[in-house]
């Protein structure tokens, strides 16, 4: 299988399974002598973590992350990161039934069509479990360009909307991001609803990049657009990328495009221009439905946990595309 390396100065591969002894990520390009503290990269695995809330699956996994190479004295070597996070809540079990019934919307047929094997624990490799490794990636990106602000928060969650978002919501755990307690109780309280149905719903994330330097991105293939669109869609539940005025441009003139840069998204001709980069992205509902998310342990919505692995894979492209542009400099 190949697709499982991102990245060009920095990578990371991830590997493992959902139900598999563990899954980790290998990284590398990791500038040597950046300040590394595993609190605050739990704290960003905690915000993913399952199990946390009512209202998503009731696994329950530490999610505690076990630095095995690249790290010196809190401190990174400049080689590669190893980085696992072990799986100790597995229930095999509860997935005998999608051995033979494949879930809509999910990569259990075309899994099973192109490999003729496939883990049908928990989705195997195309488990969203696969994202705490991103996560990891997230966290050691974001300590090569710490002064950029990446804000990714829901803006639709089913029948939920807040428009128009341009603070930032702190991310505490058990929390939507809509800003709000009063609503937050109230988006729990339906997505335990559709949990009980067996039902699901998905949204719309919505990020905001400040201090993005001037020249990410290449004007042909590597636009800097592009590969945050790959990077996004890469997520499993992620159908729909946008940035700027996106969609709506459809609509307009190109007068009315020009008037206001902000409809650009903080990228032109597919490198950053220094002002704030916009992006929209889509989520379909949770694939699992039915008798089959009352067996197994599902979320009734991905989003909530899935804010900050949008957020990872936004600065790993931005990391990304820093170290090459600072190749140039050389």
């Given at each position: ?16 399974e ?12 990791v500038?040597s ?8 990269l ?13 209202g ?29 996070i ?5 229930r ?8 033979d ?8 047929r075309?899994?099973d ?10 989705g ?5 479990r696969e ?18 602000k990446v ?6 969650l ?16 058990g929390?939507?991001?809509f ?9 729990e ?12 719903v ?5 990020v ?36 700027g005025a ?11 495009v ?24 889509t989520?379909k ?5 039915g ?7 599902h ?16 600065r ?15």
């Amino acid at each position: 299988m190949r697709g499982s390396i991102f990245g060009k100065m920095f990578s990371m591969t991830t590997f493992g399974e959902s139900h598999g002894p563990a899954l980790g990520v290998v990284l590398d390009g990791v500038p040597s002598g950046l300040d590394f503290n595993l609190e605050d990269l739990q704290a960003m695995l905690d915000k993913r973590a399952p199990g946390r809330s009512k209202g998503v699956t009731a696994r329950k996994e530490a999610d505690k992350a076990e630095i095995l190479s690249g790290v010196f004295e809190n401190k990174t070597l400049g080689t590669p990161i190893a980085v696992i996070i072990r799986n100790t809540n597995q229930r095999s079990k509860d997935y005998d039934k999608l051995k033979d019934n494949y879930r809509p919307g999910h990569a259990d047929r075309t899994y099973d069509l192109k490999y003729g094997i496939r883990d049908h624990r928990g989705g195997g490799r195309s488990s969203g479990r696969e994202t705490v490794a991103r996560v990891v990636a997230g966290y050691f990106a974001s300590l090569v360009l710490p002064k950029v602000k990446v804000n990714a928060f829901i803006s639709k969650l089913g029948p939920f909307e807040c428009e128009n978002i341009i603070k930032s919501f702190p991310q505490d755990l058990g929390t939507y991001n809509f800003g709000d307690p009063s609503k937050d109780q109230e988006i729990e309280k339906y997505l335990i609803d559709l949990k009980a149905k067996g039902d699901s719903v998905g949204g719309r994330i919505s990020v905001n990049i400040e201090n993005c330097p001037v020249g990410l991105g290449e004007p042909a293939f590597d636009k800097l657009k592009a590969d945050l669109a790959k990077a996004v869609l890469s997520i499993g539940a992620c159908v729909a990328f946008s940035f700027g005025a996106g969609v709506k441009m459809a609509d307009m003139s190109g007068q009315e495009v020009s008037v206001d840069s902000a409809n650009f998204g903080g990228i032109e001709g597919g490198i950053s221009n220094g002002e704030m980069i916009n992006l929209d992205l889509t989520f379909k509902p949770t694939s699992t439905v039915g008798a089959n998310a009352k067996e197994g342990r599902h979320d009734p919505c991905i989003l909530p946990r899935a804010v900050v692995v949008v957020e990872s894979m936004v600065r790993v492209v931005l990391a990304d595309h820093f170290l090459r542009q600072k190749a140039y400099e050389v």
